[in-house]
């Protein structure tokens, strides 16, 4: 399938840059998985990202399910799993597809101020068809798993299909209305999922845009690139073929800075117990000074009140 690849203007491997992963949906992905010194972005623009050519092999597609021509991308931070049925978009074949991010971090409160949770990737459900060892937790990740759990206590079987759990055969028409049914209860978020956010999460705004490719002039320079690449690219032969099998990718940063978004308690315990004392000393005077005025005052009244009994009145002759 990906038939070119450069990072940073650096060739990349397709074979060990690449991890292959599979979607209930989509069969087959590859995650873009580099050396770790090459996990950082050195500049903006397109020269400094993640480069694609991509062969969407239209002539092996069936007619009932390959009712679209087009790559389905999903970016997420490296330690993040994909899901390109929830998150993902399409590129278009014929097309160069260029995607601007600008990375934005956010950290959120724990109860009793917020409802974020440091869950670990063990607690939730492993009902993923893929590993999630080296991975970080995530909603779609828990509700994805909560969903085939689900499935799987209902319906004996499971859309991805796991060591314990067999798959939903598309023969059998009781674990396809039963999948289906349970599909539709989630849409409708009536699964018992607890899938609160995570307490630290990075995520990228794109901006997205496309302009038509190859172009007439360099179009005999491709094919003579892509035809040592893959045999199966023989059938492109022209500009019509081309643009209906080939897909061009571009990833980079419009700037390397981020957005930060952190979550703070507007108003603590700390808070709370000083405008109590607050709001003692403003209406009742209760302070130190003044408690020991009215002890002051009380010992007055009574050294008074004992003076006035020890008085003798003598009467007048």
Known sequence: MILQCSNAGEECNAGE???????????????????PHNLY?????????????????QSEYLSVYGQDSAAVVTIAPHNNLPFPTESGFFAK?????????????????QPPYGNCTNKNIDDIHGMLLHSTANHSYSVVMCETACLQHVMAD???????????????????RTEVMCSQLIRYLYQLDLLPCDCPPP??????????????????VYLQN???VIKNKNPKTKIINDMQ???SNLVRLEVYFETLNYQYTSEHPAYT????????????GLYIGLSLMTVFEIIRFIMVIIKEVLNSKKKVVHPIV
């Open 222 to 224: 491709l094919l003579k």
């Open 17 to 35: 840059d690449f991890e292959l992963l599979h979607d209930e949906r989509y069969g087959n992905c590859f995650m873009f998985k580099p050396e």
């Open 241 to 243: 073929s081309a643009r």
């Open 269 to 280: 315990w700390t808070d709370l117990l000083s405008d109590i004392g607050g709001t003692l």
């Open 93 to 109: 074949p014929g097309t160069v597809t260029s995607v601007a991010l600008v990375e934005a971090r956010v950290d959120r409160q």
């Open 154 to 172: 209902y319906c004996g079987c499971t859309d991805t299909g796991t060591e314990e759990t067999p798959h939903c055969r598309y023969l059998n």
């Open 199 to 216: 307490c630290s999460e990075t995520r990228y705004t794109m901006t997205i845009s496309q302009s038509q490719w190859p172009s007439d």
């Open 41 to 57: 972005a050195k500049g903006t623009g397109s020269s400094n990202g993640l480069t694609l050519t991509m062969f969407t092999e």
